[in-house]
């Protein structure tokens, strides 16, 4: 005879499996013995998956919001249960091995949340991210599992200022750039690095990390006016707090991540970070989300939103302010009634507020005098920053992120490195001249593995006076750094056989950004030739998650994620 259990509710129903009944006992005696009672797995059961690591700043300060979480949670009548994810900081390992990790981290991210959610049953997600890897990681796990879930961003850093001048972390890597040439001494190097990072939070820029964070909300799968409140502004407590109380009408009124993330979030996704000359990681996860949600979405179609989006914000790398300036300046809402205004956005998407896009934008209210979130009528620039080129090199697409500043046009002869560490030794060295073609090749998804982003490279360049006078190539990833050509996410990647691997020292290059092309001017028949005595490398490494990464990973036009069938 069965013991009698709570009737079943709406908002309950997934946790019965694990919990009602005699049979499952065992399973509520082990909950009680972290100090649980029968009222606790009466309710709903939520999962607070957390990034948390003390593994650099971005993560450092999540358990503060996850309490607030947790908190809200009971509040509003169900029962949290934290458990935590691996995070890679990306800024840490730039420019060594171990940053080919970090996009691996992604898969891995979202793979443990999908696995102890599904194991435990749990009637809804709230899922906690803060740097790079973390924001796509957490999103792809909640695509995967689709039950009601939401994700909230831990926010940017606070400035660093030196000399009255604001700072950031690619501040740090330009000040390397200097000081190797002599234009800063140690003492001023050091003045650089001690001020950069004042605090708990994710690079303060529009670099990856707060790109993916306006993302989020604006695809609607993070609340509207929560992932841009910086991490050390004292509201962040109380954001978390009221994400927490939300989740539960999330499950009553049975929103899911299928009805949210649809092919128009996506579309409102790249042109919010067109809009604001953001990462060009952008492409990689929204087209990861795309292939997670089995939804059709191309390179091609982010070209065509990127075309006709012109970039209003006003963001560093290559603009004058970073994310806590665009907070105060109305945030993410003011940003997407601008883009709504102007017919960018189609604010007809869900968002996990329970209301539409357009719903969320109208109450933005802008700061007097800001000047961070231009008007249409006063671009930054006419187009978006995120463009697609193809060509022999790339003939299933390359990214490249333009600001405004940069050149349109680069023909030049070909430096070729097989590595990042080889193409940084020649950067010291002072071996790149004016005009070169760096290419830096064998770091794609396959071949690295990893993509590894090469900041470390692209800010020496700038710190040498070369930023506008050099192009960089890659099938890994370029962010930040230099203010000229860098075009990454070559595809396919040399690993493979890629035209990017038939490159020789001093094949002339030429790319036309106009014409939205990449190029080696040689004939097809020296191609051909070359690809027949073309061999693919020793992979980098035979055992282990790198490896098992490495024979999963899907090229970066796919989003370079891991497939179950190659």
């Not at 909950?31 to 998956?49: C, M, N, Q, R, S």
């Not at 820029?205 to 909300?217: R, S």
């Not at 990861?288 to 939103?305: H, K, M, T, V, Y």
């Amino acid at each position: 005879m069965s013991i009698a259990a709570p009737e079943k509710t709406a908002l309950n129903a997934r946790s019965r499996t694990l919990l009602e009944g005699s049979d499952r006992a065992a399973a509520r005696a082990m909950l009680k013995a972290i100090g649980l009672t029968d009222e606790d797995l009466e309710k709903p059961l939520i999962a607070v998956a957390n990034t948390w690591t003390e593994v650099g700043p971005c993560n450092f300060h999540l358990r503060r919001l996850s309490a607030k979480i947790k908190e809200g949670i009971k509040r509003a009548g169900g029962t949290p249960l934290e458990f935590n994810t691996i995070s890679i900081n990306d800024g840490i390992t730039m420019g060594t091995e171990g940053m080919k990790a970090s996009l691996i981290s992604r898969e891995l991210i979202a793979d443990s949340i999908e696995l102890v959610t599904r194991a435990n049953y749990f009637d809804g997600v709230i899922a906690i991210s803060s740097c790079d890897k973390t924001i796509p990681g957490t999103i792809m796990a909640l695509i995967r599992l689709n039950i009601p879930s939401l994700m909230i961003y831990g926010g940017t850093i606070a400035p660093g200022h030196y000399l009255d001048k604001p700072l950031d972390v690619v501040s740090v890597f330009e000040a390397i750039g200097k000081y190797q040439t002599g234009a800063i001494d140690f003492s001023e190097l050091k003045a650089i690095e001690d001020r950069a990072c004042p605090g708990p939070g994710a690079c303060g820029g529009q670099y990856t990390a707060n790109t993916m964070a306006t993302i989020g909300e604006i695809m609607g799968i993070s609340p509207m006016g929560m992932n841009d409140v910086p991490a050390e502004d004292p509201d962040k407590l109380n954001v978390a707090l009221r994400a927490g109380e939300m989740l539960l009408g999330l499950i009553e009124n049975d929103i899911t991540p299928d009805k949210i993330i649809t092919r128009t979030a996506l579309e409102n996704a790249i042109a919010s970070a067109a809009a604001t000359g953001g990462s060009t990681n952008s492409v990689l996860h929204t087209l990861a989300f795309a292939r997670e949600a089995g939804i059709d979405f191309s390179l091609e179609d982010i070209r065509e939103i990127s075309l006709k989006t012109p970039i209003i914000a006003d963001m560093r790398p290559t603009g004058r302010f970073v994310a806590e300036d665009m907070y105060k300046a109305g945030g993410i809402r003011l940003l997407a009634q601008r883009m709504l205004e102007g017919g960018y956005l189609d604010g007809s998407t869900l968002t996990v507020n329970g209301t539409t896009l357009a719903e969320e934008a109208a109450s933005a209210k802008e700061t007097p005098g800001q000047e961070v979130i231009h008007a249409f009528d006063d671009p930054i620039k006419t187009s978006g920053g995120l463009v697609i080129l193809h060509g022999n090199l790339a003939p299933n697409g390359a990214v490249v992120k333009l600001k405004g500043n940069e050149p349109q046009y680069h023909k030049g002869p070909a430096r070729i490195f097989d590595t990042e560490e080889d193409a940084f030794h020649a950067v010291q060295n002072r071996e790149i001249k004016k005009g070169d073609v760096v290419v830096i090749r064998y770091e794609g998804p396959v071949g690295g593995p990893g993509m590894r982003e090469m900041l470390l490279v692209t800010a020496a360049l700038v710190g040498q006076g070369l930023g506008q006078d050099v192009m960089l190539i890659t099938d890994g990833r370029f962010s930040g750094g230099t203010r000229g050509l860098m075009i990454g996410h070559i595809a396919p990647e040399a690993m493979i056989g890629g035209p990017i691997g038939l490159l020789q020292e001093g094949d002339t290059v030429e790319v036309d950004i106009a014409a939205g092309s990449i190029n080696v001017l040689i004939d097809d028949e020296e191609m051909v030739a070359r690809r027949k005595s073309w061999q693919a490398p020793e992979p980098n490494y035979k055992s282990g998650v790198m490896a098992k990464y490495a024979r999963l990973a899907a090229q970066a036009d796919d989003g370079a994620v891991s497939m179950l069938v190659k």
